[in-house]
């Protein structure tokens, strides 16, 4: 009789990009949407139109090691390996978000903000250093949560910072429990509020989650905030993803246990990216004479309309500068 092995797999962690563009409806967010079109909703989307995720190549050839899979989803990876395979308590396993569609920069929040290329030649070490800013660095070990018990949701970003003076537009920050996103840049930025209770919404990706730089001694030039590219972050990285097995200030952000064995239910992450809120500007479209406009900014979606009259195409969004400074973005309708 032949021999009959069977090798039973266990999803280690899954990575779920969700993009509030494509999900809200109009002015309702999509976590507030009855839960039968939430799921209506996601069998409909699908990153894989203008995001790519996939391991650094250091990550491949590890879970190649453990015999683990790695599978691009609709929503966005999912790893998985045996049920009976010992991964070590340290590990930390890296993944790349690279773009697709240059519209991802019309109708997503900071993407105002470029992402540069610093080469620099540091004499101290004989050596040089590349950077690139503006990159977020979402992690299991610093991402924040929502709910409580089965209803817990567990994000990479971290926690939404309080207003700095140097913050930009379309920066999100949290006053009390308020949540609140800059309409202009500042000094002196105007606001308008996203919830009266930042727990009710989920953790966006905002500009806390791009990490401050500790250049080495004697490098100069080198930007505040990003990260360090090597030959396993290219130049075209949007963001980097960083997970390590075990998180001991929060367990639930684990995908191993104490012996190294995946949990039975390995954990989903999830990033959130916010869709851009612009002043809608209402044009004649024989004359090109501006009409009216909307008072607030009104959120851009791909479903439902957050306005009375005609939504903006997801197209180009304008800002509007004193000098360098940006002091309102627009949508221009011509209707």
């Given at each position: 009789?032949?021999?009959?092995?069977?090798?039973?797999?266990?999803?280690?962690?899954?990575?779920?990009?969700?993009?509030?563009?494509?999900?809200?409806?109009?002015?309702?967010?999509?976590?507030?949407?009855?839960?039968?079109?939430?799921?209506?909703?996601?069998?409909?989307?699908?990153?894989?139109?203008?995001?790519?995720?996939?391991?650094?190549?250091?990550?491949?050839?590890?879970?190649?090691?453990?015999?683990?899979?790695?599978?691009?989803?609709?929503?966005?990876?999912?790893?998985?390996?045996?049920?009976d395979a010992l991964l070590p308590t340290d590990a930390v396993f890296?993944?790349?978000?690279?773009?697709?569609?240059?519209?991802?920069?019309?109708?997503?929040?900071?993407?105002?903000?470029?992402?540069?290329?610093?080469?620099?030649?540091?004499?101290?070490?004989?050596?040089?250093?590349?950077?690139?800013?503006?990159?977020?660095?979402?992690?299991?070990?610093?991402?924040?949560?929502?709910?409580?018990?089965?209803?817990?949701?567990?994000?990479?970003?971290?926690?939404i910072p309080a207003l700095a003076s140097d913050d930009q537009v379309?920066?999100?920050?949290?006053?009390?429990?308020?949540?609140?996103?800059?309409?202009?840049?500042?000094?002196?930025?105007?606001?308008?509020?996203?919830?009266?209770?930042?727990?009710?919404?989920?953790?966006?990706?905002?500009?806390?989650?791009?990490?401050?730089?500790?250049?080495?001694?004697?490098?100069?030039?080198?930007?505040?905030?990003?990260?360090?590219?090597?030959?396993?972050?290219?130049?075209?990285?949007?963001?980097?993803?960083?997970?390590?097995?075990?998180?001991?200030?929060?367990?639930?952000?684990?995908?191993?246990?104490?012996?190294?064995?995946?949990?039975?239910?390995?954990?989903?992450?999830?990033?959130?990216?916010?869709?851009?809120?612009?002043?809608?500007?209402?044009?004649?479209?024989?004359?090109?004479?501006?009409?009216?406009?909307?008072?607030?900014?009104?959120?851009?979606?791909?479903?439902?309309?957050?306005?009375?009259?005609?939504?903006?195409?997801?197209?180009?969004?304008?800002?509007?500068?004193?000098?360098?400074?940006?002091?309102?973005?627009?949508?221009?309708?011509?209707?």
């Amino acid at each position: 009789m032949a021999e009959r092995i069977v090798s039973g797999y266990k999803r280690l962690f899954e990575i779920r990009l969700l993009h509030h563009y494509w999900l809200d409806e109009g002015a309702t967010v999509f976590d507030l949407l009855p839960a039968a079109r939430r799921d209506t909703r996601l069998l409909s989307y699908d990153i894989r139109s203008f995001l790519a995720i996939h391991p650094t190549a250091a990550v491949a050839k590890t879970l190649d090691g453990f015999h683990g899979v790695c599978k691009d989803t609709a929503l966005g990876l999912v790893v998985a390996v045996p049920t009976d395979a010992l991964l070590p308590t340290d590990a930390v396993f890296e993944f790349l978000v690279t773009l697709r569609s240059s519209a991802f920069f019309n109708y997503t929040a900071l993407t105002l903000r470029p992402q540069n290329i610093y080469e620099l030649y540091n004499t101290a070490d004989n050596k040089t250093y590349r950077y690139n800013d503006n990159v977020p660095l979402l992690s299991n070990s610093t991402g924040a949560s929502r709910g409580t018990a089965a209803n817990k949701s567990l994000y990479l970003s971290k926690e939404i910072p309080a207003l700095a003076s140097d913050d930009q537009v379309e920066s999100l920050f949290q006053t009390g429990n308020v949540l609140l996103q800059l309409t202009g840049d500042q000094p002196g930025a105007a606001t308008q509020q996203l919830a009266a209770s930042a727990s009710d919404l989920p953790v966006f990706v905002h500009q806390g989650d791009v990490p401050a730089i500790t250049p080495p001694a004697g490098l100069a030039g080198v930007p505040p905030r990003g990260i360090l590219l090597s030959d396993q972050i290219a130049d075209d990285v949007f963001a980097v993803i960083r997970l390590s097995a075990i998180r001991s200030d929060n367990d639930d952000f684990s995908f191993v246990d104490a012996n190294g064995r995946a949990k039975t239910n390995g954990p989903v992450f999830q990033i959130r990216f916010k869709n851009r809120s612009t002043v809608w500007q209402y044009f004649n479209k024989g004359s090109g004479v501006m009409e009216s406009a909307e008072a607030q900014p009104l959120p851009l979606t791909y479903f439902g309309n957050a306005g009375t009259k005609q939504k903006p195409s997801e197209g180009l969004v304008k800002a509007v500068k004193q000098g360098a400074k940006v002091t309102q973005l627009i949508s221009e309708v011509y209707v």
